[in-house]
T-cell receptor, first 114, second 111 residues
C-alpha cells in the first residue's frame, strides 16, 4: 500500500541554524503534500503545503521543495527559534475529488537548543 | 476558523468495555477522519467518512467501528476495549480540497 517515509526521526539544532526534514512517498499519483507541526500536548496544525504543479513554496522562515520525479519533498526551516521545537509530520495525498485520504509520515521530533 | 471538538481530553476505561469517542466539526465539512497516534508510529488512519452514513476503512480498522448519522458528528467505537488500544486518538475534518483540521485529541487509557 501507499506509504510515506520521513527522516530523521529526531533532529537537534542550535538556535539560528537551519533544519531540514526529508520525506519520500510511494504513490506516484500523489499531488498534494501538507506539513503539520504538533507542539507537545497540542493538535497537529498545518504550517505549509505544496501541490504537484509547484516545485517550491516559501512562507517566511519555512520553505518546502518537491521533486516529483524522485518522489521526494522536504521542509526547510531557517533561523530556527526555540518555539520551532515540536514534532513535524509530512503527508501525501491524491486530491482528485474531495474524498481522499492522507498518508502521514512517522514524524520528526525537532529540538532547537537556545 | 474551523473548530473540531472531541468530547473528552482524557478517558480511562476497563478492558472489555464498549467505548465511544465523539467528534464534532462546525464547518459543514464532508470528510471526517479518526487517527490513532503512538510514539514513533505517527498518525495511523483508523476510519474515515466522506458523507453521512458513509465510511471507509483506514489502515488499522480492526477492533474499531464508526458512526456518522449527522454531517457534523463522527463517532469512533471500540466494541470491546483492550489494553493495546491505549493511545491518543485524533479526529480531523476536511472540506473540499482544503487541508485537514484536527481536534485536540483524546488520550484513552484501557486498564
Amino acid at each position: 500500500g501507499e506509504n510515506v517515509e520521513q527522516h530523521p526521526s529526531t533532529l537537534s539544532v542550535q538556535e539560528g541554524d537551519s533544519a531540514v526534514i526529508k520525506c519520500t512517498y510511494s504513490d506516484s499519483a500523489s499531488n498534494y503534500f501538507p506539513w503539520y507541526k504538533q507542539e507537545l500536548g497540542k493538535r497537529p496544525q498545518l504550517i505549509i503545503d505544496i501541490r504537484s504543479n509547484v516545485g517550491e513554496k516559501k512562507d517566511q522562515r519555512i520553505a518546502v521543495t518537491l521533486n516529483k520525479t524522485a518522489k521526494h519533498f522536504s521542509l526547510h526551516i531557517t533561523e530556527t527559534q526555540p518555539e520551532d521545537s515540536a514534532v513535524y509530520f509530512c503527508a501525501a495525498s491524491r486530491v482528485k475529488t474531495s474524498y481522499d485520504k492522507v498518508i502521514f509520515g512517522p514524524g520528526t521530533s525537532l529540538s532547537v537548543i537556545p | 476558523d474551523v473548530k473540531v471538538t472531541q468530547s473528552s481530553r482524557y478517558l480511562v476505561k476497563r478492558t472489555g468495555e464498549k467505548v465511544f469517542l465523539e467528534c464534532v466539526q462546525d464547518m459543514d465539512h464532508e470528510n471526517m477522519f479518526w487517527y490513532r497516534q503512538d510514539p514513533g508510529l505517527g498518525l495511523r488512519l483508523i476510519y474515515f467518512s466522506y458523507d453521512v452514513k458513509m465510511k471507509e476503512k483506514g489502515d488499522i480498522p480492526e477492533g474499531y467501528s464508526v458512526s456518522r448519522e449527522k454531517k457534523e458528528r463522527f463517532s469512533l467505537i471500540l466494541e470491546s476495549a483492550s489494553t493495546n488500544q491505549t493511545s491518543m486518538y485524533l479526529c480531523a475534518s476536511r472540506g473540499g480540497y482544503q487541508p485537514q483540521h484536527f481536534g485536540d485529541g483524546t488520550r484513552l487509557s484501557i486498564l
